[in-house]
C-alpha cells in the first residue's frame, strides 16, 4: 500500500514536468523558428513476487510472473525539429531555410552557436546581423546606398552597387546527424554538444542543406490544438495520480481503525 504512494508521487512529478514543457511550447507559439519540445519517460524498477517460467506441479510453467512497478521517471526532453509553417513578409532581410539545416551565428566570446531564425538586420557598419548584433559565418558586409538586396534559393546575396550588379556574398549553413542533441541556451540559439555530432557545413541546396527563401520567415512548429489536447491529458493524468495518492491514505486510515 505504501509502494502506491511512491509511485502515484513519481506520477504526479512526471506530469507536472510534462505541463511544464507544453506551457513552454504554448509561450513560444508565435517564436520565429521556435522548435517544440517533448518530455519523454520511462518506468522504474520492478518489485518481482514470483518469476515466471518457475518449474509447478505436473511438469509444467508458470506462463506469468508477479511484478509490481514502483512508478516513473523522466529521461529526456527532446527537441523536434520538423519544419514550422512559412510567413511572408517582403522584408529582404527575412530569409528562411526549406528543409534541413542552420544558419552560423559568431557570438562575442568566439565560438558559434546556430540558430533556424532568419529575422537578419544591418548593423550600424553593414554586417547582416541577427536581431541581437551577433554576425552571421561568413561575415557579409552591405554597402551603403543598397536598398534592396537580393539572395537566391542558393543563399548567393547580390545587389546593385553604382549600377553594377555585384555578388556580396554567400551564405552558409550547417546542419547535425543528430538535431535533437544540440543544446537550446535561449535567444533561439542553440550550441553544440557530444550529442549533436560535429557541425556538417555546406551551402544551401547542396549536399543535403535546404535552400533558402528570401522574404519569408519560419514560424514556430508548435501546434496549438495538439498542445492543448496534451495538456488536458497531462491535467487528467495528475488528477488520477493525485487519486491514488487519496485511495492508499483512505486505505491507511482503515487499517489504522481495525483495533479499537
Do not use: C, W
Not at 527532446?78 to 559568431?106: C, H, R, Y
Not at 487528467?236 to 491514488?244: L, P
Amino acid at each position: 500500500m505504501m509502494g502506491a504512494l511512491y509511485s502515484a508521487a513519481s506520477g504526479m512529478k512526471a506530469q507536472q514536468l510534462n505541463i511544464d514543457v507544453i506551457s513552454n511550447n504554448l509561450a513560444n507559439v508565435n517564436t520565429g523558428g521556435f522548435k517544440k519540445s517533448r518530455a519523454e519517460f520511462q518506468d522504474l524498477l520492478y518489485r518481482t513476487i514470483a518469476e515466471a517460467g518457475v518449474p509447478v506441479s505436473g511438469g509444467s510453467n508458470t506462463p506469468v510472473g508477479t511484478q509490481v512497478g514502483t512508478g516513473t521517471r523522466s529521461i529526456a526532453i527532446s527537441k523536434i525539429f520538423s519544419q514550422g509553417d512559412f510567413n511572408q513578409t517582403d522584408n529582404p532581410l527575412d530569409l528562411t531555410i526549406e528543409n534541413d539545416g542552420f544558419f552560423i551565428v559568431q557570438m562575442p566570446d568566439g565560438t558559434q552557436s546556430y540558430t533556424r531564425d532568419g529575422a537578419l538586420k544591418i548593423d550600424r557598419t553593414g554586417q547582416i546581423v541577427t536581431a541581437e548584433g551577433y554576425p552571421l559565418v561568413p561575415n557579409i558586409t552591405i554597402p551603403p546606398g543598397v536598398v534592396r538586396p537580393n539572395v537566391s534559393p542558393e543563399g548567393i546575396i547580390t545587389a546593385t552597387v553604382a549600377g553594377v550588379n555585384t555578388t556580396l556574398g554567400q551564405l552558409q549553413l550547417v546542419r547535425f546527424l543528430n538535431p535533437s542533441g544540440l543544446s537550446a541556451v535561449g535567444h533561439n540559439l542553440f550550441k553544440i554538444t557530444n550529442a549533436s555530432g560535429d557541425p556538417i557545413q555546406g551551402l544551401p541546396g547542396i549536399d543535403g542543406m535546404g535552400s533558402v527563401m528570401q522574404g519569408y520567415l519560419e514560424g514556430s512548429n508548435v501546434r496549438v490544438v495538439d498542445e492543448m489536447v496534451n495538456l488536458i491529458v497531462a491535467q487528467r493524468a495528475y488528477e488520477a495520480n493525485s487519486k491514488s495518492i487519496q485511495t492508499s491514505d483512505d486505505m491507511l486510515s482503515q487499517a489504522n481503525t481495525l483495533k479499537r
